[in-house]
């Protein structure tokens, strides 16, 4: 009785002195310059890829912008800092969101033409009784009997029936074009589940992976990303992506699975990228910090972060508003053209 | 009985459809072990003599307190509040032990309306818990009981940030074996039989599902890629008990209780910590049954 009483004693010792906490830095304007820094620096999965890019060096970014920070600085000046400090990732993942704003980097796309016009997608679709709606996807045949899709997000998933019914209406047609210029992403699952019609048997299109510490270099062994076909429909005929540089996240990763389909043309702007699957976490203060924490990459390895290049490279044109001519999608159709 | 059909036909769909997931296999398992004394038990009473008696106490209590959770998955901030919880009790003789040895169930399920220090960013959490326990009876002078067993349990549970984004929910599950302690003391006020007890669950021993670091449940159940999910749990690694106290107090056939219920549950997996600490006030009823046959 008495060892047992022992051995219990122990137990509740142990107990007693073993309450795991996380050490989190108070709420303070130095605290949560500690805390935003301190969680990207052990969570961001993209330090080696953009140290490569554009000699990123996370240390330097810290004393850089440390010096800058005092307890005397209001909230708006303290978030102005902290989103400086993110966008030195150029990364359109990482986010820090408070009630009054989102600090986001945007050169990705704003350094870029936009390639993409919806007054030309109207005049391309028509009016709402010219086109066809199912599970957020728009699709019509044009006059030349190619059939047009226009996914502008991954963001709701697509049902079984809205593909089999929106795949059936365009049979007849010679030729697919998928049009995800300015689809900001949405759920991988919804990508994998459009591409998996495209594809006859189960193939390895990328590799993703994942942190499994807080150091740099803590990283999973990649894994392979299958698409399986689906399940009782197959497209047969030519198929061409259109993008541009606000194809991002889930839209570029479903331009990677594309690129691996055997009838795929990939054409229009090189992707915005976006490779790398977010997760979020909070500041002490409350304020949201989006980064980005899994890789994705092609199945050679090559990181897709930076954006996925066309096969055919394709522009608008100047005055392609007045020309009411949507350049991307008339190259689509020449090309895909029997 | 019917808690081991439902164990065995839980096996049989899960285990039989989802041949490829062990984890599910496990929890099968333990769910089918969980509930097989209890059938075995109401079988073999069927053996038993018509003028056989055997004593089963049985207990409901509702529950009110505080939780503190934190998961580093999720957020580094803790968030903490009101928390609501229900546990069921129920404890008999074995038919083997000469009459030293019990077997309880233990099965307890609470939520907590959690709040973040800082700025009342909303959180939500829960568990469930279903437990067995064998307990040797020691009765020492005076009517104290002192009791000392090994019990294992099964856990679920969730946290849910509102503010998540791509990863609003941690979901938890993990099987435990330990040590289960019960002290009960008897005592006559105002004419009538009250009695006082507490029991200790300690759990030593078990396997806990936990993504790692890093890994998005997209990569674990879209994917399939199973990196290490899996994880043995023991005191250094995961630090966790369970104290419920009580005094019940004799109201007509059954008894009143009043009580303490604390769990801690704790863990420390692939750099990712938690900790949920709930701390509730109890009442809830005491009956002695005695079951003839």
């Not at chain 1, 890019?53 to 800058?68: A, C, H, I, M, T």
């Not at chain 1, 708006?76 to 993942?93: A, I, S, T």
């Not at chain 2, 020691?138 to 009517?143: D, E, G, I, T």
């Not at chain 2, 005592?187 to 007890?197: C, D, N, V």
């Amino acid at each position: 009785m008495r060892r047992l009483c022992s051995s219990v004693g122990c137990l509740l010792v142990l107990l007693f002195t073993s309450c795991i906490t996380e050490d989190v830095p108070q709420d303070t304007r130095r605290g949560n310059f500690e805390a935003c820094w301190q969680q990207l620096d052990q969570r961001y999965c993209f330090f080696a890829q953009k140290q490569e890019q554009f000699g990123l060096d996370w240390n330097e970014v810290y004393e850089r912008y440390s010096p800058s920070v005092n307890e005397e600085m209001t909230d708006h000046q303290l978030f102005e800092l902290l989103g400086n400090m993110v966008c030195e990732l150029r990364d359109g993942h990482v986010n820090l969101s408070a009630a009054h704003d989102v600090a986001r980097y945007g050169k990705w796309y704003d350094d870029y033409p936009m390639n993409y016009s919806d007054s030309l997608e109207r005049i391309y679709l028509g009016r709402a009784e010219d086109y066809q709606t199912a599970a957020g996807l728009k699709y019509r045949i044009l006059d030349d009997n190619i059939g047009y899709i226009r996914c502008s997000t991954f963001a709701n998933g697509f049902g079984d029936g809205n593909l089999h019914v929106m795949i059936q209406h365009l049979a007849p047609c010679d030729a697919l074009i998928i049009d995800v210029r300015n689809n900001g992403g949405g759920m991988v699952t919804a990508a994998q589940h459009l591409a998996s019609i495209f594809f006859n048997q189960t193939k390895t299109v990328g590799c993703f992976s994942h942190k499994e510490g807080p150091s740099h270099e803590d990283f999973s062994a990649p894994i392979p990303i299958e698409i399986t076909p689906f399940i009782g429909l197959r497209w047969q005929k030519p198929v061409a992506v259109l993008t541009n540089r606000r194809t991002y996240s889930a839209a570029n990763a479903f331009v990677l699975y594309m690129s691996e389909a055997d009838n795929a043309t990939i054409i229009g702007d090189i992707t915005g990228g976006g490779g790398g699957l977010p997760l979020s976490t909070e500041l002490p203060n409350g304020w949201t910090l989006r980064f980005s924490a899994c890789p994705t990459f092609t199945k050679e390895m090559k990181p897709i972060e930076a954006g996925i290049s066309p096969d055919i490279k394709v522009d608008l044109q100047p005055r392609f508003l007045e020309r009411g001519c949507d350049d991307i999608i008339e190259a689509a159709r020449q090309y895909l053209r029997p | 009985m019917i808690l081991s059909d439902f164990g065995r036909k839980l096996y049989t769909n899960l285990i039989l459809y989802s041949s490829k997931d062990i984890f599910v296999k496990g929890i099968c398992w333990v769910a089918l072990c969980v509930t097989l004394p209890f059938s075995t038990q109401a079988q073999s009473l069927r053996h038993l003599m018509s003028d056989s008696l055997n004593p089963v106490r049985k207990e409901l209590h509702l529950a009110v307190g505080h939780a503190n959770v934190l998961d580093t998955y999720l957020s580094p901030i803790t968030h903490a509040g009101p928390a609501v919880g229900v546990l069921h009790r129920a404890e008999r003789l074995a038919r083997w032990g000469a009459g030293k040895v019990s077997v309880q169930g233990f099965y307890s399920g609470n939520v907590g309306f959690l709040e973040s220090v800082a700025d009342r960013g909303r959180a939500y959490s829960g568990d469930l818990t279903a437990a067995v326990a064998w307990h040797y009876n020691f009765h020492l002078p005076s009517k104290t009981r002192l009791a000392v067993g090994g019990m294992g349990e099964v856990d679920l549970g969730f946290t849910y940030l509102t503010r998540g984004g791509n990863n609003p929910e941690q979901g938890r599950a993990g099987v435990n074996l330990g040590l289960s302690l019960i002290a009960e003391q008897p005592f006559h006020l105002w004419s009538r039989e009250w009695s006082a007890s507490a029991q200790l669950d300690l759990p030593l021993v078990g396997a806990r599902f936990t993504p790692n670091y890093g890994q998005s449940y997209y990569e674990i159940f879209s994917l399939g890629n199973y990196n290490k999910n899996i994880q043995f749990t023991h005191p250094i690694n995961a630090p966790s008990a369970r104290l419920f106290t009580q005094i019940s107090i004799p109201l007509g056939r059954a008894k009143l209780s009043l009580g303490y219920w604390g769990d801690i549950r704790q863990s420390e997996l692939h750099h990712l910590k938690r900790h949920s600490w709930n701390h509730y006030f109890t009442i809830g009823y005491v009956r002695h049954l005695a079951i003839l046959r």
